[in-house]
């Protein structure tokens, strides 16, 4: 299932005009975007509230209005669910709204559960300095039975997230660190980054059903 919420429904702090969407951009959602007038830096943030999904994993997407006059490093922060402990997991982004205007660009695979935290997307301007637009944020459920179209026992929603693609190898070790790519699936690591760790057979996964083998 798809689930898109325009910039309208954020809530906002801070003061944010309103600016129409232009056609040479593409396809926006709804007929107008948010824009920071490169104004208050630091006072300004839009936040998307997603208690209203089912609990799940999905692919999270955000559009902006891109322009010479963008900032390249505007602060995105998702806040989503681990699904083993149901905490809180915080996950801050950046991305460069110089470029991909009225486009949606991924920001990552997450789990969400409403019953235990309140996922969200927030775009703020703290540390920019160029304009800074948002149009609407969209997710995409993800079956957490997906296929493993390439048969190596990393599910490909785990490569999607962490590569951008399937050609990760179970035995690759982009970061260089104890752990292969199939290590890191298992314990709930990041492969792209440098977790030399021992392995915790609590968070091993071998059915590959996202939850770990203790449970």
């Known amino acids: 299932s ?7 429904a954020a809530t906002l702090v801070g003061t944010w005009s309103t600016q129409s969407a232009r056609a040479t951009e593409g396809e926006f959602l709804g007929y107008d975007y948010l824009d920071d007038d490169i104004a208050n830096k630091g006072g300004k943030t839009a936040t998307f509230d997603l208690t209203s999904v089912q609990v799940g994993w999905y692919d999270v997407h955000i559009q902006w ?3 010479a006059d963008r900032d390249t490093a505007v602060p995105v922060t998702v806040e989503h669910t ?20 009225g486009q949606w660009v991924y920001l990552g695979t997450y789990y969400m559960d409403p019953a235990q935290t309140s996922p969200l997307v927030e775009v703020s301007n703290t540390g920019t300095t160029g304009r800074v637009t948002v149009d609407g944020v969209k997710l995409l459920s993800v079956d957490i039975n997906s296929p493993d179209a390439d048969a190596d026992g990393l599910p490909d929603w785990w490569e999607l997230r962490h590569f951008g693609d399937l050609s990760a190898a179970a035995t690759g070790n982009p970061d260089g660190d104890t752990h292969d790519n199939l290590s890191e699936y298992q314990n709930g ?3 792209n980054v440098v977790d030399d760790v021992p392995a915790d057979p609590a968070k091993e996964d071998a059915d590959g059903d996202l939850w770990s083998d203790a449970y």
């Open 65 to 67: 209005s891109a322009g």
């Open 82 to 101: 681990d699904p083993d402990t149901g905490l809180v997991l915080s996950d801050p982004l950046n991305v460069d709204q110089t470029t991909n205007g």
């Open 2 to 8: 798809e689930t898109s919420i325009d910039g309208s």
């Open 189 to 191: 690591l990041d492969p």
